[in-house]
């Protein structure tokens, strides 16, 4: 059920996710308190972007990094090694939908930049579920592409982002995921979801922001699904180069950008009873 | 150069402009220190849905509300008739390019949802600014109808949007102009321009959110461009409605909402060579 990863597995998209987490990560990691020796999985760990600031946000915490691709997983190894809380994470290769572990083997389950590429995102989140005691929580971090607002506007621009959110969608995901984590958390049986949106916003006034999140994080984002667009016949090469060229233009001085992503914390219900109520799968 | 009200002057209207300002009121008006006895211009004060909140976030500031409708002024007066501090608000009838006050008159400037209206924000900012003192300040809040974001997603609820935009682009103003403030207000000649981005975000967990900002707020804003709408050809009855009623359906269980406000503060520049330097009208 899991998709075909829409960004690629380049070395230039390495780079893109590891400047993202580093930018990103005081908003995005912000808001839960850290929870004493907690069995963590982190669900979907890509090339290891986030683990860092997990290991951060969760200073005692025993982090269980799984992802489907082993070229990932080597990368995320690699990035990690020398790390002084190395020890603290064991990586493991499994889909998410056949994870090796038995049912409330985690305290917390956290799940960043995945759910939007797959085909059953309420199937993967009660599978994640299953996985949590009861009583254990999880974090769940998307973004929704519809957010990104730019001055100077242009049809161009639009016209590039909206072929990712289409090749995304071809391929099973939905780049658009953020605004429904809440319906997809009570989908699969949590309780308690809380979602916050978390929002970047940049103009000259914020040159970091401009240059981690516009020019390393969105625009190379973006870029990563030309050939699939093109391929698909979604775009041609000189409209895929305006949109891009526009989308860079809204870094210069005198533009802005602005993006939404969607943080949602949740509860797996302690009794049975309360699980069945909330769950509606 | 002041275009038309496009959501009208209905008993409705005020109304929503009153629920709106309740259920923005802290997410809008927090975030600036009071200023000591400060002469404050609020600048299109409608009919005053904003002025308790700005009497509360200034409780020492004397405050000139102006605005180009008698009609909404009346309703201004009427809203503050026995309010505790109905001394420190003054109504003046007068139109944004043609205040009856002297240079340098104010210290503080307030303009919230006016900008959108006007097809010369940036004309009308500079004439704000020559009413500052030099070291006021200016705070700017405006939307941007490109943020709203919802579940269950819908193209009529979109189309139904767009119309409002394009309504308002029609008559002169710029439904979108959020995400220009920064901009707008650099080319206007002020210094120190910060501009925030403050999201309404409602769900199923939030439910005065859903009915004070999606049902009591927003779908009543869309609902007031219905007339210039059909007059403008833009929609038919029957899109018109389907777009209502799925926007109304995103206030279901299940449905999510996301919309931005962007907050900008301002200085009107202590030199004359500062304001030389950044103006660039």
């Avoid at 993202?20 to 979907?44: C, I, K």
């Avoid at 090694?81 to 290769?93: I, K, L, M, Q, S």
């Avoid at 989308?247 to 969607?262: I, P, V």
Wanted: hydrophobic share 40%.
């Amino acid at each position: 059920m899991t998709t075909a990863y829409v960004h690629g597995y380049t070395e230039r998209e390495s780079r893109r996710l590891s400047d993202q987490a580093q930018t990103l990560a005081e908003l995005l990691h912000t808001g839960t308190a850290p929870r004493q020796g907690a069995r963590v999985l982190e669900a979907g760990c890509g090339t290891g972007a986030q683990t860092p600031y997990l290991l951060e946000a969760e200073p005692t915490a025993h982090i269980t990094a799984v992802d489907v691709s082993r070229d990932s997983l080597e990368r995320a190894r690699e990035r990690l090694d020398g790390h002084p809380d190395e020890e603290r994470v064991a990586f493991v290769h499994a889909d998410l939908f056949d994870l090796p572990f038995a049912a409330g083997s985690f305290d917390h389950v956290f799940v960043c930049f995945v759910l939007e590429h797959l085909a059953a995102p309420v199937a993967a989140l009660a599978t994640l579920r299953h996985l949590l005691r009861p009583g254990g929580t999880i974090t769940a971090i998307e973004g929704d592409h519809a957010s990104a607002l730019f001055h100077p506007r242009s049809a161009h621009a639009e016209e590039a982002i909206a072929a990712l959110v289409r090749v995304q969608a071809d391929a099973g995901g939905d780049a658009l995921i953020g605004r429904r984590l809440q319906p997809l958390l009570e989908k699969a049986g949590f309780s308690d979801v809380a979602v916050e949106p978390r929002t970047v916003y940049a103009d000259a006034t914020r040159p970091e922001l401009v240059q981690g999140f516009v020019r390393e994080t969105f625009v190379p984002m973006v870029e990563s699904a030309r050939g699939a667009a093109l391929r698909a016949g979604i775009t041609t090469p000189e409209r895929w180069r305006a949109g891009i060229a526009d989308l860079e233009a809204t870094a210069a001085d005198g533009g802005t950008f602005h993006y939404t992503f969607f943080r949602a914390g949740a509860t797996n219900p302690t009794t049975a009873a309360a699980q069945d109520r909330n769950s509606r799968t």
